[in-house]
């Protein structure tokens, strides 16, 4: 199978049935164990991306939180939502099929806070800089589950 040609295929059926052009296949030892299209539309939930169901998916059928093992195919180089999922699960390789300033022409989805071009600029800045407006509330038992976590866990690491 042709997990490119599978890749397009899952996009253009998606679209079809009144999703966004975007689709995920995350395969291991030549199989896939998980596809999917992303159904932010149909399902109005703004992380319903195709990575992250995917993603979520291949975790649950694998038994793990980690797909080291995994090569993750993608429609597009993958939004900054969706970019974290895949560091987070951390595959073995990544292939995306198209650049963002190839496809710009054709689909766009600007929100109030969120324009793709301009989001990394706006993630490297200190909170306090930032055009959507975030505060800190410090509360004196807000670090209590970290340490619950780090005497039952011990000083481990993980994300």
Not at 138 to 158: F, L, R, V
């Amino acid at each position: 199978m042709n997990f490119i040609e599978r890749t397009i295929q899952l996009a253009e059926d998606n679209v079809a049935e009144g999703g966004r052009p975007f689709s995920c296949i995350i395969t291991k030892g030549g199989e896939i164990i998980a596809e999917r299209g992303n159904e932010a539309a149909q399902t109005n939930d703004p992380t319903a991306h195709a990575e992250t169901l995917a993603i979520r998916d291949a975790c649950i059928k694998l038994g793990t939180e980690h797909l080291t093992d995994c090569h993750i195919y993608i429609m597009a180089s993958p939004c900054p939502m969706c970019l974290g999922a895949i560091y987070y699960c951390s595959p073995e390789k990544v292939t995306y099929i198209v650049e963002r300033d190839e496809y710009k022409t054709y689909y766009r989805d600007d929100r109030e806070y969120f324009e793709l071009e301009n989001f990394y600029d706006e993630i490297s800045k200190p909170m306090n800089q930032r055009r959507l407006p975030m505060e800190r509330e410090s509360h004196s038992q807000g670090i209590s589950p970290y340490k619950a976590w780090n005497e039952k866990h011990g000083t481990k690491h993980s994300g």
